[in-house]
């Protein structure tokens, strides 16, 4: 390699976020450090993702951005890891001659090998093998916190769930839990180095543990809770037919429990939750944000929403828009439903045109947007606690943070907050954050 810089690209969700990260470990560990420009780099990566087409054009369409680079220093690598690489395996190499090399969901700990290989060898090559289980248990990626206030935590990871239209468990394989003695070590550990909130991720929290026999999700976050250092808690993603009784109480018992679940629903139609194999109900969901509401009344949710799921008729429709009225979501992450070969949805008749999906996405985007508008303009006025993540780009003096409630939070104060919680008042409302001053006692 000409020189020992690279420059990484990171598709998609949390998971590949966690991805990324360890890659930039394991190539420092041989001596790469990483750059922000490509023209810069001799070693290129996109982490992809795999889950909706448009990831995956727009994945495609920034490898081929790199083509000119590569004719003009051939020396280049390039190279594709994610759950495309995961899904397309060997065929990338065939569809991309100035592709170099393509890596597996499961196999992000041979990067440094692989690299050295292609760069030693002049070789392409591919590495998109499942691994089994044990393997599996000692590769969970760990974190050190350093220069960090927040950090994610992986739990668990793959999916077992097989939603008709999701490609996840077949490109991140079968749900797999970390032991929870690992896991408490590395919040530790985590709070040592100073981070002082945690978001414990995996594809389905909820069903933490249960293959393996592990303590519960919920008794995990009781012990998370208890480790000192640690001020706040989150968790994602939740599968709501796994919400157990007991992680709703955690809302209520645990003070370090923020007061946000991100809980997706894809539908509000019983029809379409049905054909898209969620195994829950409209009402069981309505049931189960009730029970949230009576342990925590101040609780908020987020959602995930699927427009367009083959054969959605617009009644079907019409009983999301009822859903999100009721449920009050502070934010939703709305999808136009696009199909995943290998996935049963993607054999399922669909006769709605395009445009008619189209028009009630944008239906349902104007409806959120006054229901998230209400939900924030109301905080105005009140004083919030905020964990101060940084200094803003909003200029010299300012600073940002989250509420608990997961919302940024923007206002001046001095750079010694940094990493602490402090209360703000609120004093403006925008569609992306809020506005504040610090209040009295700061
Ligand atoms: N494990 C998480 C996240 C899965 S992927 C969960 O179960 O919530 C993130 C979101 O992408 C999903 O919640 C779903 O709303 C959306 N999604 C997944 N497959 C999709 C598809 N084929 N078309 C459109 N949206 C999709
Ligand atoms: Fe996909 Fe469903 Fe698993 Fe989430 S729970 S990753 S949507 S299969």
Redesign the pocket.
Do not use: E, G, L
């Given at each position: 390699m000409n020189n020992k810089a690279f420059y990484l690209e990171t598709f998609g969700?949390q998971m590949n976020v966690v991805d990324s990260e360890r890659i930039v470990d394991l190539l420092d560990g041989i001596g790469l450090h990483q750059v922000e420009e490509p023209d810069q780099a001799s070693l290129i990566l996109l982490n992809t993702c795999a889950?909706?087409?448009k990831a995956v054009r727009k994945a495609y369409g920034h490898l081929g951005r790199f083509k000119p680079l590569k004719d003009r220093n051939p020396a280049l690598i390039l190279g594709m890891g994610g759950c495309i690489a995961q899904q397309e395996g060997k065929q990338l190499l065939e569809e991309f001659s100035y592709l170099d090399l393509v890596f597996g969901t499961h196999n992000v700990h041979r990067l440094p090998e692989l690299v050295q290989q292609v760069a030693d060898n002049r070789v392409r090559c591919d590495e998109t093998e499942f691994l089994d289980r044990e393997t599996r248990l000692q590769l969970f990626p760990s974190r050190t916190g350093k220069d960090a206030f927040t950090s994610f935590v992986t739990v668990m990871q793959g999916?077992d769930?097989f939603?008709s239209?999701?490609?996840?468990p077949y490109v991140r394989g079968r749900e797999i839990s970390r032991s929870s003695g690992e896991i408490l070590d590395e919040v530790r550990e985590l709070a040592e180095h100073g981070v002082r909130e945690v978001t414990l991720i995996g594809?389905?929290v909820n069903s933490y543990g249960t293959k393996e026999k592990e303590i519960s999700f919920s008794a995990l976050l009781e012990q998370v809770n208890a480790i000192d250092g640690i001020d706040r808690i989150r968790f994602t993603?939740?599968?709501p037919k796994d919400l157990s009784d007991d992680l709703i109480d955690c809302f209520g018992r645990l003070d370090k429990l923020c007061k946000h679940l991100?809980l997706?629903v894809?539908s509000g139609s019983d029809n379409i939750l049905k054909a898209m194999n969620r195994g829950y109900s409209r009402e069981r969901y309505l049931s189960i944000v009730s029970r949230l509401h009576q342990a925590c009344p101040d609780i908020r949710l987020s959602s995930?929403?699927?427009v367009g799921f083959p054969g959605e008729t617009e009644d079907d429709f019409t009983e999301t828009l009822s859903l999100l009225e009721m449920v009050r979501y502070t934010e939703i992450?709305?999808?136009?439903?696009?199909?995943?070969s290998g996935?049963t949805?993607a054999d399922m008749k669909d006769e709605f045109t395009a445009e008619v999906k189209q028009e009630r996405f944008n239906r349902m985007l104007d409806l959120q947007h006054e229901i998230s508008r209400h939900t924030w303009e109301a905080d105005v006025g009140g004083v919030q606690e905020v964990l101060v993540e940084g200094e803003s780009k909003m200029g010299e003096g300012q600073l940002f943070g989250r509420s608990t409630w997961n919302r940024i939070v923007n206002f001046s104060g001095s750079p010694e907050l940094v990493g602490r919680l402090v209360s703000v008042k609120i004093t403006k409302s925008f569609r992306n954050s809020l506005l504040g001053e610090l209040s009295e006692g700061h």
């Open positions: 969700c889950v909706r087409d999916c769930n939603c239209y999701c490609v996840v594809q389905n993603t939740s599968h991100h997706p894809q995930d929403i699927i992450y709305s999808f136009i439903y696009s199909p995943r996935t949805a």
